[in-house]
């Protein structure tokens, strides 16, 4: 059974920054799976962030953080990152973590989120104005 566990997030002011980590343990077909981030907002549907591949070479963002979020990998400890900078107030939502189990779709497209599971548990980024 793969268990995705995520950290960080909190409350930040408009520019600021926060930076969430997240591992997968449990039976994963790699020691370094591709993982990524999605996010929700009250009201409206989860939607991509980012994801990493299982080399850390190949990356995807959405249009709306591009430029302010950056994805990394380590590897040693099997965790990714997700460093938020210049935070907005409409980056305010729930983060989730999640494995990258299928690779449907072109290798540079913004993958689905049918292809992703399990999922963390969430945390909550807030960012005041």
């Known amino acids: 059974q793969v268990q995705v566990l995520q950290s960080g997030g909190g409350l930040v002011q408009a520019g600021g920054s926060l930076r969430l980590s997240c591992t997968a343990s449990?039976?994963?077909?790699?020691?370094?799976?591709?993982l990524g981030w999605f996010r929700q907002a009250p009201g409206k549907e989860r939607e991509f962030v980012a994801d990493i591949s299982s080399s850390g070479y190949l990356t995807h963002y959405a249009d709306s953080v591009k430029g302010r979020f950056t994805i990394s990998r380590d590897n040693a400890e099997n965790t990714i990152h997700l460093q938020m900078n210049n935070l907005k107030p409409e980056d305010t939502a729930i983060y989730y973590c999640a494995l990258r189990r299928y690779f449907s779709g072109r290798l540079n497209d913004i993958p689905p989120m049918a292809d992703f599971g399990p999922w963390g548990r969430g945390t909550q980024v807030t960012v005041s104005s």
């Open positions: 449990g039976r994963t077909t790699t020691s370094t799976p591709t």
